[in-house]
């Protein structure tokens, strides 16, 4: 190994590990292929605990206690309740509607309903008092009353440990319901009828008596009516009407009175009295005076003075002219008598006025105690009158109350159990099962250090990454036993397994600057594939024609020994470094041959023999006729002695069982193997399982071994 290798190295590890710490250009992005890459690898563990989650609740609902719950409905007639009450109206109804519901709700479930449905059902017989308490708290617990929607309709539902059960409490919660309001509305009506009833016979009492005050106090007071202050106002209003008209006809009377005085007093004869003027008796006697004037007139121009003519003729004039005085005498006298009339009745109206008067100030006086005696008399009779039709309705109601609510629907016998609910308890477990599975599985794979992708290989260690051997079952070969892989190779030389160790040869050949001679095989922990992997290249070494030798260094586990079964008393490499044997290196000189130096001595070796000078000088002596030497090295953890032995090899490959090892120890392991002293190649996946390898990453040729196995003939194509 030369300078420039190691620079190379150097760099090539510098790169692997910035972009290994580098973010990905993937992060930003959804990566719907990782997670449905995480579900496929990770099915059998979430489908694992999805099914004990599933046997778990399955043996959980099998052993738990039946629960069967009956339903019965109701609806309530909220009009029901006012049924029979005085005063009740639509509207009152339609205002208590809605807390009427919430009322009905909380009476079922009250106590009272509870130890009245225990009463009937006798489930309280022979019960302490804590264990009926116990009771009925349970009862209350499982039952359950609600409205259904917006309407009038009650649910009521009741849990039970058997069917039957259910069914009966259920229908006698029903039963009860209806029966107590029903009962609770007749023994109301009853009592609201007692009450009515004692109190009537008071209310009637107080009405007459207050009546008969009232009578007693008009009579004494001479209120005949409750209209006689009205009619005396109305009395007094009519006699001044009276007094004024009569006041002015006194008064018109007595100035014609005294105009016809005072024309007589002045020398006339009454002709000139107006109302002789009017009269129409004087009018006749003037037209007879007149007649009678003329026609002594004329017999007093025809005949002497004691003329009989004349002197009857002069005797009729003066009779008529007698007359109209007598009539203007009784004219005046009239006129007289009626200013008389007319004083007389002023005086009348005036008196009488003044007595109505005087009535009407008694009358108000009175009348303020007859309101008062009226309002409480007409207040005893409005109560009396109201507890009466209040009376006669609590009487029509008797006998026609009707419960607050009817039964819709009674409660039928359950069929099957409201719990557990054997299918939506399962679906649940599934969903639950596969969601811990989920957990579960993201765990394991926080968890999971084993190295799986050629990315983590180079990313996590900063180690070239060589190749991935497949899992010989993975690609269905024949061969049985520890020698599977070399069945493999041998018989099908141009199959996946074959060309997988190719691909192990090429990419450690370009790994180092020219062709390592002596290439090493080693790994972090035992039981990571390390020995079959050695066996494997060293055939294909040999296949491809070059002389090729491979050395068992294991001391302990003597790997190849057993994989070739050699025998324990033919001489080994322990009797080749003691110097106790000989190799013989003409052998089958000239032909292809694949030699192999296992471990064959019994007995327990030193390991100063394989680290020694003694192992060196047998490399160098094995340079000299191998085209390549392969050393199957033990572990490098628990073995000291591997990283001397590495120290001495051209190239050292690091088997990392697939899925198994741990990053972490194959990072201690290659810290072990420091670069300025041991050479290594790179890393490769060992025993990948190809059915699997699809799970992963992208970049490993494997990941697409479905779309090319059939390239693989698994023939010699010489044959063909």
Known sequence: MNSNSIVVSDVRSNIISALGQAPSDRQDRLDIDGTVAFFR?????????????????????????????????????????????????????????????????????????????????????????????????????????????????????????????????????????????????????????????????????????????????????????????????????????????????????????????????????????????????????RVQEADLAGKVANLSSRYGANHPELIRARSQLQEVRDQIQNEITRVISNLRAKSDVSSQRLASLTA????????????????????????????????????????????????????????????SLPISPVSPNVKLDLALATVIGLGLGIVVAYVFEGVFHGVTTPEEIETQTGQTFLASIPLRESIMASGKGRSQALATVNDEPYGAFSEALRGLAVAVDQAVDGKPQVVAVTSALPNEGKTMLSCCLAHIYATSGMRTILIDCDLRRRGI?????????????????????????????????????????????????????????????????????????????????????????????????????????????????????VHVAGVALNQVDLRRRSFFGKLDPTFYYQKYQDYYTYSNPSAS
Not at 105 to 134: K, N, P, W
Not at 352 to 379: F, I, P, T, Y
Not at 567 to 591: D, H, R, T, W, Y
């Open 561 to 677: 020994s057993r994989l070739l079964k050699r025998s324990i008393e033919l001489p080994g490499l322990i009797e080749v470094l003691n110097g106790s044997a000989q190799l013989n290196f003409e052998q089958k000189s000239g032909e292809t041959v694949f030699w192999t130096l296992p471990v064959s001595s019994s007995e327990v070796i030193n390991d100063h023999l394989i680290s020694g000078p003694q192992f060196a000088e047998l490399i160098k002596t094995l340079r000299l006729h191998f085209d390549r030497i392969v050393l199957d090295l033990p572990p490098v953890l628990p073995i000291a002695y591997t990283r001397v032995l590495a120290g001495r090899a051209d190239a050292v490959i690091v088997a990392a069982h697939w899925r198994k090892t741990s990053v972490f120890a194959l990072k201690a392991a290659l810290s072990r193997l420091p670069r300025e002293h």
């Open 352 to 411: 009488s006025l003044g007595v109505a008067r005087g009535k009407l100030s008694q009358n108000n006086a009175a009348m303020v105690g007859l309101n008062d005696l009226e309002r409480k008399a007409d207040a005893s009779q409005a109560i009396y009158d109201t507890y009466l039709g209040s009376y006669k309705q609590l009487l029509a109601a008797e006998g026609a109350e009707r419960p607050s609510a009817r039964v819709l629907s009674w409660a």
């Open 41 to 285: 690898r990770r099915a059998g563990l979430i489908l694992a605990v999805a099914l004990a989650v599933v046997a778990i609740a399955l043996v959980a609902v099998m052993t738990m206690q039946r629960t069967y719950r009956a339903s019965a409905r109701v609806m309530l007639t909220p009009d029901a309740s006012a049924a029979g009450q005085a005063g009740s109206t639509q509207a009152d109804q339609a205002a208590i509607s809605n807390q009427l519901v919430d009322t009905q709700v909380e009476i079922i479930t009250s106590l009272d309903m509870v130890q009245r449905v225990a009463s009937a059902l006798h489930l309280a017989d022979g019960l302490s008092e804590a264990g009926r308490e116990e009771l009925y708290a349970g009862m209350q617990h499982n039952l359950s009353a609600q409205r259904t929607g917006e309407s009038y309709a009650l649910e009521l539902t009741y849990d039970a440990n058997s069917p039957e059960r259910a069914r009966d409490v259920v229908n006698a919660f029903v039963s009860q319901f209806t029966q107590w309001q029903l009962r609770a509305d007749q023994n109301r009506n009853v009592e609201a009828r007692q009450i009515v009833e004692g109190k009537l016979e008071k209310l009637q009492a107080q009405a007459q008596a207050d009546t008969q005050a009232l009578q007693y106090y008009r009579i004494a007071n001479n209120l005949l009516s409750t209209s006689g202050a009205s009619l005396t106002e109305q009395e007094i209003s009519n006699y001044e009407q009276q007094v004024a008209m009569a006041k002015a006809q006194s008064a018109e009377d007595q100035a014609r009175v005294n105009t016809a005085l005072s024309q007589l007093r002045s020398g006339s004869n009454g002709d000139d009295v107006g109302e002789a003027l009017s009269s129409p008796v004087i009018g006749n006697l």
